[in-house]
């Protein structure tokens, strides 16, 4: 099977090869979605500017060697020299039933690439907020993606799991004692711990005895590697890591124990790091503290904004522990291609270290790295999505929500169904439908938080989509079908079934491109689409009560690879589909 878009592009690229020489064979052909046909060839505009030439004569010249007799059933120039292509209906049936034989419906497998891919990295013993939820959704779906696309995905948990806070965190475990229930919160409610902590820290007075003094002294040893606090601040990372891996399991992310590389990973090279800028003679120490000041990195009053790779009393920071975070995924990692899902502040952050690293050679031009910023979730006021006290939202509380909106939605709409099947759409569509929110938005445009927009049953939603599919089952379940065995005999006639096998044809491109671009949206727009297409199909073309035989197992093939399409890219995005909506 083909993307139509693609053979005629390469049908194009020849023909403008063969008219002007060689040299043009590689010419964009510019193949747009057509109003008058199904495509149009726009390449003789551009081309004429560089040939010198009228782009009506151009697109004489690309008719003249343009060989798509087998493709389309007409060709025709119109306007200012846009060359029109209307496929040929044995040839999109043909192509449709290539699909339906097609386990991978359409996805080619890309050469091997070995992709690290940082996503979720919340922080110990805090919360993880609705901004880790969203760079988890949008990670784990472009790890889905570029490993069914045929790549190494090695995820990378890059958690907040080193650093001052341990101090006070250690200090407070202590305190409440490590059996207590106060320290089972860390499993449950890990922001409450934290805030605790703080408030005592906050409120500790002067004194070389008071929590604040002793948390302090506890940074120094857990730096110094003093072994009972390292008991404690494994103790705690252990605890943290119950909790994140209760969120990822109620979310049905991807990441496993195995994925984590959290910040404290890189302990050891932190100081080997400093010492290799250093002898380079890329860092120097200014004021005390160890800097890289690059070119292009200006702040206030033009002064040139640091890299803080090793503060005046010694301590590392964050950027020390992403220097050395490069150059672990190139090095041992083999990365040929780095991807951060991060949220959109820390761009500058990202732009300074991989700047240093490129200067340190730890960072080679031919591996791409790129930061895919993610936007802010909003509340109902415009702002950061807090709870109506001004706390941050919990993560946990948040999806249980949905999954009890969900089952109300459930309950009046199959009243059918048993309570415990009942319950196992719920929450699905829950948390398809807070998944699915993140991931129809350009990942790095804000968007406001709505539950009720987002579990519609109408729109660009999840349960939209859920419900495309779970259509097509109840189809195939009417008519004593089984939807798994491929049938034959694929025809397109009737527009509506035109349109839906066209559509169909398109997905292998769109998948490429949410691996090459980074950008789920676009797969979700695609199946918004194609929900759409099938709407339309049902309109005019009955499945189960077709005119003919023929046109009934015809269609019923079609849906069956729609079924498959929306299956897929639903798994794509990492969104679940119900057997019964
Ligand atoms: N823990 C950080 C945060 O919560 C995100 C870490 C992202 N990854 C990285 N390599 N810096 O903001």
Known sequence: MADPQEVLSRRVQSALGAAFGPEFADTDPVIRPSQFADYQANAALALAKRLGRKPREVSAAIMEHLDVADVCRAVEV??????????????????????????????????????????????????????????????????????????NVIRQNHIGDWGTPFGMLIEHLLEVGEESAEADLLTSDPNAFYQSARTKFDSSGPGADDFAARARRRVVALQGGDEETLRLWRELVGLSRVYFNKVYAKLGVTLTDDDLAGESTYNAVLADVCDELEAKGIAEV???????????????????????????????????????????????????????????????????????????????????VTHVQIGNVLGGDGKILRTRSGAPVRLMALLDEAVERAAAVVAENRPDLGAEEQAEIARQVGIGAVKYADLSVSHDTEYTFDFDRMLALTGNTGPYLQYAQARIRSIFRKGGLDLSSPRGGITVSEGAERDLALKLLEFGAV???????????????????????????????????????????????????????????????????????
């Open 286 to 368: 200014s004021e005390g503290a160890l800097c890289v000041f690059l070119e292009g990195f200006i702040g206030r009053e033009d002064k040139p904004v640091p890299l803080i790779i090793r503060k005046s009393d010694g301590g590392y920071g964050y950027a020390t522990t992403d220097l050395a975070t490069v150059r672990h995924r190139v090095e041992d990692l083999k990365a040929d291609r780095i991807l951060y899902v991060v949220g959109a502040p820390q761009a500058m952050h990202f732009k300074m270290v991989w700047a240093t690293a490129r200067k340190a050679g730890w960072l080679p031009d031919g591996v791409e």
């Open 511 to 581: 998948v490429e491109q949410v691996g090459a671009l980074l950008q789920p949206h676009r797969l979700s727009a695609y199946l918004f689409e194609l929900a759409q297409t099938l709407t339309a199909f049902y309109e005019h073309c009955p499945v189960l009560t077709a005119p003919t035989e023929a046109e009934r197992e015809s269609r019923l093939a079609l849906v069956s690879v729609a079924f498959r399409v929306l299956v897929q890219g639903l798994d794509l995005l990492g969104v679940e589909a119900p057997e019964h909506m």
């Open 78 to 151: 119109s306007g200012p020299g846009f060359i029109n292509l209307t496929l040929r209906e044995d040839w999109i049936a043909d192509q449709t039933r290539l699909l339906l034989e097609d386990p991978r419906v359409g996805v080619p497998v890309q050469e091997r690439l070995d992709i690290p891919l940082d996503y979720s990295a919340p922080n110990v013993a805090k919360e993880m907020h609705v901004g880790h939820l969203r760079t988890t959704v949008v990670g784990d779906s472009l790890a889905r993606t570029l490993e069914f696309l045929g790549h």
